[in-house]
């Protein structure tokens, strides 16, 4: 005799006829309930997403800080050395040149040129530098010496009220054989030339 409506699944045991048509409708509802839940999220999440951003095109941070570099004063006066400095900053280099070289250091070539490149959040670099240096017990005319050397640099903060940072300073120096001995970390800040 022919069962009509009723599945039988040979390799299950204990089921009776017709109680896998109930146990299966459940789970195939489910199912395509869960399906159906998953290509909406998938088809309209990113239109939710457009439709959060602002109407207006938002500024990156580097274009903002390219347009601040940009009207950044041109020259800075150092309150530890008393010396002026031009400053060329973008986002990824900090420059600056000693410009009010007194003119007879000036005749022997001093001068002071940084350069610093972008390192995280600031600019890590050297000053490159060619100086008078005083010859203790030298006679007049004598008593002073040019000198290259080459110190580290590091700018922290880049504002148009300030520029702040640290360098080595020289603490012990021969200045007979053009040596530093000694350095230390010495802050400084420099505001805008009036």
Same mark, same amino acid.
């Given at each position: 005799?022919?069962?009509?409506?009723?599945?039988?699944?040979?390799?299950?045991?204990?089921?009776?006829?017709?109680?896998?048509?109930?146990?299966?409708?459940? !789970?195939?509802?489910?199912?395509? /309930?869960?399906? =159906?839940?998953?290509l909406?999220?998938?088809?309209?999440?990113?239109? #939710? *997403? @457009?439709?959060?951003?602002?109407?207006?095109?938002?500024?990156?941070?580097?274009?903002?800080?390219?347009?601040?570099?940009?009207?950044?004063?041109?020259?800075?006066?150092?309150?530890?050395?008393?010396?002026?400095?031009? !400053?060329?900053?973008?986002?990824? /280099?900090?420059? =600056?040149?000693?410009v009010?070289?007194?003119?007879?250091?000036?005749? #022997? *070539? @001093?001068?002071?040129?940084?350069?610093?490149?972008?390192?995280?959040?600031?600019?890590?670099?050297?000053?490159?530098?060619?100086?008078?240096?005083?010859?203790?017990?030298?006679?007049?005319?004598k008593?002073?010496?040019v000198c290259?050397?080459?110190v580290?640099?590091?700018?922290?903060?880049?504002?148009?009220?300030?520029?702040?940072?640290?360098?080595?300073?020289?603490?012990?120096?021969?200045?007979?054989?053009?040596?530093?001995?000694?350095?230390?970390?010495?802050?400084f800040?420099?505001?805008?030339?009036?």
């Open positions: 005799m022919k069962e009509i409506g009723v599945r039988r699944n040979p390799g299950v045991a204990g089921i009776e006829p017709g109680a896998e048509e109930d146990i299966l409708k459940p !789970a195939l509802i489910a199912g395509k /309930l869960a399906l =159906a839940l998953l909406a999220l998938l088809i309209f999440s990113p239109y #939710q *997403g @457009a439709a959060q951003k602002p109407t207006a095109p938002a500024m990156s941070a580097a274009m903002a800080s390219d347009l601040a570099f940009d009207k950044l004063p041109k020259v800075w006066h150092s309150e530890a050395t008393k010396h002026d400095f031009r !400053a060329e900053v973008t986002k990824d /280099l900090f420059r =600056a040149e000693w009010d070289i007194p003119p007879a250091a000036a005749k #022997q *070539g @001093a001068y002071i040129h940084t350069e610093c490149r972008r390192a995280g959040p600031k600019w890590v670099g050297s000053s490159r530098v060619n100086m008078l240096f005083a010859i203790p017990g030298a006679p007049s005319g008593d002073t010496k290259s050397l080459t580290r640099f590091e700018v922290d903060s880049v504002s148009p009220e300030k520029i702040t940072g640290h360098s080595e300073a020289i603490h012990t120096f021969d200045v007979n054989a053009c040596k530093v001995q000694e350095t230390k970390w010495g802050e800040t420099w505001i805008p030339k009036k």
